[in-house]
């Protein structure tokens, strides 16, 4: 969407004619890189009374972590996040605690990096009595009992997201998933990339649905998360990603898209009432109509809260977060489709219907696998994906040092759908036997 080499050097904002005339992202697509980013959240709880972690118990985990060379984040005098060489800790709006992992070169990488993480989470967690749920959703609390923390833009966020999904603060407050994020080379590269993700959203949805149990009940859906960020402001799959979205065409949805708020003088105000564009063309007068900077708009586009999205990497969103048992799995399959058989990938999906997909993806939360989408049930199509997936990791021919290709990481899936079962159906099970809550923790 902008080419910052061509900013006016006298100045850092951005104006409509130099966003529309500039308008790929990133800003540089000179180099192919395939870098893989792993984004994953948990949910903390203390071990004897079952609520979730506070903003001062918080801080008391970020201080233990200090202890492996993680640096505090700060906004104003709150710390709201740590850092260590390129990767991040940050805090969500329920103290739900995300790391966003180094741009590494491949799973075993991103895997290991993984692990390094939750063990040092581990640590910290024992040592203050505290617990850590792997679910998209939080299992046990109502949306009351959640606590807060200072981060100013949740404040915003917190009053203004309801008028624009009736499930915004439970996605805000009681959700949890993994996120990926991949490069692309080239816009005929991203036009393809980001047409199978948009497509198979309903397959990831079924694949990796962990998130059935509800303040102690069954929901009644494999990925109650999913149904949450289907009733969020902001979010969906939009029917303009199916038509081959090119670079012109996301910076049209991106500029036209409302903005949620605005960081001035290291304050946030509501964006309410206001799309990009007109903060383009000075027309927020709360700002004194200044001009947005480089700043601006990467906070704009990290507020599209969309299944995916475009930013300077294409980020995947439609998964549930889950233990180490799959945690790389969704990675890895993703990673064999859009790095190592993008192709055939393409192939299998341009046959279909994209109101078909829309509305596979507005079942799938409930109906998991045996939702239907083009005359066959999902579980077809993840094997059918999984297999394209393998494939790709096989011509990929990444190698650990223990001589492991990447295509190991999928044998969690394999297992999931030889059973017909996903994660959501084994908590289920495990949850209702007896409803002991130190089922839902992990182990």
């Known amino acids: 969407m902008i080419d910052l080499a061509k900013v006016d ?18 800003a540089d697509l000179q180099e192919a890189y395939d870098r893989v980013v792993i984004a994953g959240q948990k949910i903390i709880f203390d071990e004897k009374t079952n609520k979730r972690v506070d903003y001062p118990t918080v801080l008391k985990m970020f201080s ?9 984040i700060m906004e104003k005098e709150n710390i709201i996040g740590l850092q260590k060489q390129g990767k991040s800790i940050t805090l969500e709006p329920g103290n739900q605690i995300e790391l966003s992992g180094d741009k590494l070169n491949n799973i075993h990488e991103a895997c290991a990096e993984s692990h390094d993480y939750l063990f040092e989470l581990q640590q910290v967690t024992k040592k203050l009595n505290l617990k850590i749920v792997s679910a998209g959703f939080d299992p046990i609390s109502s949306l009351s009992e959640v606590p807060n ?6 404040q915003v966020m917190t009053k203004d997201m309801p008028n624009g999904g009736s499930l915004s603060l439970d996605m805000m407050y009681r959700t949890c998933g993994t996120q990926l994020n991949l490069d692309y080379d080239s816009e005929k590269d991203f036009i393809k990339k980001f047409k199978i993700i948009n497509s198979i959203v309903p397959i990831s949805i079924a694949l990796f649905a962990n998130s059935s149990i509800v303040e102690k009940k069954n929901s009644g859906y494999s990925s109650y998360r999913s149904k949450v960020w289907q009733e969020t402001s ?21 500029i036209n898209f ?28 709360e700002i004194n109509n200044r001009l947005p900077t ?34 790389c799995s969704g ?5 064999g489709i859009l790095y190592g058989n993008l192709d055939e990938a393409y192939e299998l999906i341009s046959k279909w219907d994209k109101n078909k997909i829309i509305n596979a993806y507005l079942e799938a939360p409930k109906k ?10 999902l579980l077809h199509w993840s094997s059918l994906l999984l297999g394209i997936s393998r494939k790709g990791l096989l011509n990929r021919d990444i190698l650990s040092k223990s001589n492991d290709n990447e295509a190991k990481f999928l044998n969690h899936l394999d297992k999931l759908i030889d059973k017909k079962t996903t994660n959501a159906d084994h908590m289920i099970d495990k949850f209702s036997t007896n409803e002991n809550l130190n089922d839902l923790y992990d182990k």
């Open 258 to 285: 409302p903005l949620l708020f605005i960081q001035n003088e290291k304050e946030y105000l509501s964006g309410s009432n206001y799309s990009f564009s007109d903060f383009m063309n000075g027309k927020i007068n």
């Open 64 to 72: 233990l972590l200090s202890e492996f060379g993680w640096k505090p």
């Open 9 to 26: 050097p006298k100045g850092d904002t951005l104006t409509p004619e130099v966003i529309k005339q500039n308008i790929k992202l990133p």
């Open 368 to 377: 998991g696998f045996n939702t239907e989408l083009m005359g066959k049930d």
């Open 331 to 335: 990675p890895a399959f993703n990673t």
């Open 234 to 254: 902001r979010g969906g799959l939009p029917e303009v990603f199916f038509d081959n979205m090119d670079f012109e065409k996301y910076a049209d949805f991106s």
């Open 149 to 154: 923390n200072p981060k100013q833009r949740y």
């Open 294 to 327: 480089e700043d601006d708009l990467t906070t704009h586009l990290s507020t599209i809260f969309t299944e995916n999205r475009l930013k300077k990497y294409i980020e995947l969103r439609s998964m549930d977060t889950c233990g180490w048992d799959c945690l």
